[in-house]
């Protein structure tokens, strides 16, 4: 009996013990969390404020929709429900937390899927299916291709930048008809694409928003296939070396070919200048393909990390069709 009731006594103790701690416990680890969430967002929103997508491109203001549907935080956010006129906004606003986190944004991330302008399929990009929703190029160039092949090209249009998914996916390049196309699939087909590379975790366990691909997490995205812990770089194995020199090379065969010593982007379209400074208007078409993905893998950023293999075959293919000869 006695023995009993002390083993009740420390039993209740034990209860008491237990549930008390427990109770501070969960207490603390609310307010902890909650204190916690509000620092990340204070940082999250600080990473934002280091990258572009603070600022809206000027140029695009008052354009309606088929810019704004890019270029605006809102006119992204909420693109579906307006017609192309009906955009008009007072002020523009930046890629900020709404555009990528409410309507159109949201249902990115939350469906991982993207219509990209070049692709028939939707595109499954897991998270990254928001990024590509903008970073896609902006046109299909084998429609381009065609027309130009036909002669009825109204202007010597350029794949749009922020192109990364046309490269990334190794399907937005301007293909030659029977030429050869290798693909690394294994990084179009990155879980969640773009963030993956992206936006990884930081030491605080919440996904980085300076969106810049930091060597810092090298470990854990690009390392995560590559395992040589000797590299370190983004240029594994020379490639973004080599992606510079083919780039040069294809650039100087595209002036030899149409006489041009300076091709300009603006507004849309190529135009090519000669040495006297005057515009240059009949451009082979070949030269056109070659002049569309050399700038596709010049200004991708990446040269050549979203797609070796691409990358390289673009450049590779329109060298043969443009000059006869391998690269
Ligand atoms: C609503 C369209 C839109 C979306 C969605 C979007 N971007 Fe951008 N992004 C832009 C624009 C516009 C710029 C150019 C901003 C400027 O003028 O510097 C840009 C710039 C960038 C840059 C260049 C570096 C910099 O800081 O300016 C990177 C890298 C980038 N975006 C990555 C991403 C990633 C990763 C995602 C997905 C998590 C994403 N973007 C989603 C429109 C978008
Ligand atoms: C499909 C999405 C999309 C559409 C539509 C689009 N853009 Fe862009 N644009 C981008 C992205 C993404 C970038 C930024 C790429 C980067 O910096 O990496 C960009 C960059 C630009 C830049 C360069 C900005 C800079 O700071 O260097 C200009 C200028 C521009 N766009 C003008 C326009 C105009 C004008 C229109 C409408 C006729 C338009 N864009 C429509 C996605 C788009
Ligand atoms: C999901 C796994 C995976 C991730 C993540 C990944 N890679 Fe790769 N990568 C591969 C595979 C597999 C190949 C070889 C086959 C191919 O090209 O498809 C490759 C090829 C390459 C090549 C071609 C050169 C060579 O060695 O043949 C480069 C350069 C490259 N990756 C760089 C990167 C960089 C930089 C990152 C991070 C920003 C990265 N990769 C992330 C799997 C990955
Ligand atoms: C395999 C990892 C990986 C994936 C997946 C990936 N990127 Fe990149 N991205 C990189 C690397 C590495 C660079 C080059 C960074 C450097 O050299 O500093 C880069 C460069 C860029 C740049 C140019 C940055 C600048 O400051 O000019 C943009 C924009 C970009 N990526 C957007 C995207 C978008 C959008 C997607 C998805 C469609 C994507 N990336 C998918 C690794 C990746
Ligand atoms: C260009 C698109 C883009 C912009 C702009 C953006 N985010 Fe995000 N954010 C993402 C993506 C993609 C994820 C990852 C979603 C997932 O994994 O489910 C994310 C995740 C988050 C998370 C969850 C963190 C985690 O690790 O799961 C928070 C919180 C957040 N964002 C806050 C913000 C705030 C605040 C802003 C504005 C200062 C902002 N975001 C701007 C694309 C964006």
């Known amino acids: 009996m006695k023995r009993n009731a002390i083993f009740f006594v420390l039993l209740f103790s034990l ?3 237990v549930i008390g701690c427990s109770k501070t416990d969960v207490a603390g680890t609310e307010s902890e969390k909650e ?3 509000l620092e990340i967002i204070e940082t999250i929103s600080e990473e934002w404020k280091s990258s572009g997508h603070q600022y809206a491109v000027t140029a695009t203001a008052g354009r309606g929709i088929s810019c704004g549907k890019c270029h605006d935080g809102v006119g992204f956010a909420e693109q579906l429900e307006y017609a192309d006129i009906d955009f008009q906004p007072d002020h523009q606003t930046g890629i900020d937390c709404q555009a990528c986190h409410t309507g159109f944004g949201k249902e990115r ?7 990209l302008p070049f692709m028939d399929e939707t595109f499954n990009g897991g998270t990254g299916a928001v990024c590509a929703s903008c970073h896609n190029s902006n046109s299909n160039p084998d429609v381009l291709f065609a027309q130009s092949e036909a002669g009825e090209l109204s202007r010597y249009s350029y794949p749009h930048y922020g192109m990364n998914a046309a490269l990334l996916t190794g399907q937005g390049g301007m293909e030659i008809p029977g030429a050869n196309y290798l693909v690394s699939i294994a990084h179009s087909t990155i879980e969640d694409s773009c963030v993956f590379c992206h936006m990884p975790e930081t030491e605080k366990g919440y996904k980085s928003h300076t969106f810049k691909a930091d060597l810092k997490y090298f470990d854990q995205t690009c390392g995560s296939c590559h395992v040589d812990q000797t590299i370190k770089t983004f240029n594994i194995g020379g490639l973004q070396d080599e992606i510079k020199e083919q780039l040069a090379k294809l650039e100087q065969a595209i002036l030899d070919a149409t006489g041009a010593v300076r091709i300009e982007a603006a507004s849309g379209s190529f135009t090519y200048y000669d040495a006297e400074g005057n515009q240059i208007t009949d451009i ?9 993905n050399w ?3 010049a200004k991708d950023g990446s040269y050549g990390v ?3 293999l691409y990358a390289k075959s673009l450049i590779r293919e329109s060298y043969k069709y443009l000059t006869g000869e391998d690269l």
């Open 15 to 17: 209860l008491f013990l």
């Open 35 to 37: 204190k916690l969430s």
């Open 109 to 115: 991330i939350d469906t991982g899927t993207a219509k």
């Open 284 to 292: 082979p078409h070949e030269a056109y393909v070659a002049t569309y």
């Open 295 to 297: 700038r596709l893998v």
């Open 306 to 308: 979203h797609n070796p």
